[in-house]
């Protein structure tokens, strides 16, 4: 596992592409998140291929988070704990010490991240809240899902070298 490099951005593009139900970003957008981003995210390789993504970032507004935009594992590295992997070496990242709080959104019927999300949170102890972040009608005009917030603390304290 290692920080991305925006080399990786078509990589990660086809990734998140062939990973439903996650929403597709532009190109542009995954370079930015490769390059300005990059200490807060996760690629996962094996044989020298990216077979996991995790996108995430320090709200300004809320430096005690750490928000997780997105995670893709590929259909050949699915079933193995990857996704929970990635979740564990994201927060003991130098860029997310201090950060209290893991955030996500989620629609209801993704059953795979709930998973996840509730499997990282018995981990380390922690107690996953749910709340309404952005509803269908209001933030989607009716073209997507309500995303419902998934909010993990306390996170674990990383030792400070």
């Known amino acids: 596992m290692r920080s991305p490099t925006a080399e990786d951005g078509p990589a990660i593009t086809a ?15 995954n370079l930015l998140q490769c390059s300005d981003f990059a200490d807060t995210c996760v690629v996962a390789e094996k044989d020298g291929r990216i077979v996991g993504w995790i996108s995430g970032y320090r709200p300004p507004s809320h430096p005690e988070r750490i928000f ?7 259909s050949s590295a699915r079933g193995i704990g990857l996704g929970g992997r990635m979740l564990d ?11 209290t709080t893991l955030t996500t959104t989620i629609t209801e019927d993704n059953p795979a991240s709930w ?3 509730g499997g990282f949170a018995r981990r380390h102890g922690a107690e996953l ?6 509803t269908r ?11 419902w917030q998934a ?11």
């Open 115 to 117: 998973g996840l999300f």
């Open 129 to 134: 809240t749910k709340s309404e972040r952005f």
């Open 137 to 147: 009608d209001a933030h989607f005009a009716g073209a997507h899902d309500t995303e």
């Open 89 to 99: 070496e994201l927060i003991t990242r130098p860029a997310v010490r201090g950060a």
């Open 68 to 74: 997780v935009w997105q995670v893709a594992v590929d």
């Open 15 to 29: 990734l998140i592409a062939a990973s439903p139900p996650l929403d597709p970003n532009s190109a542009y957008c």
């Open 151 to 161: 909010s993990i603390s306390p996170l674990p304290t990383a030792p400070s070298n």
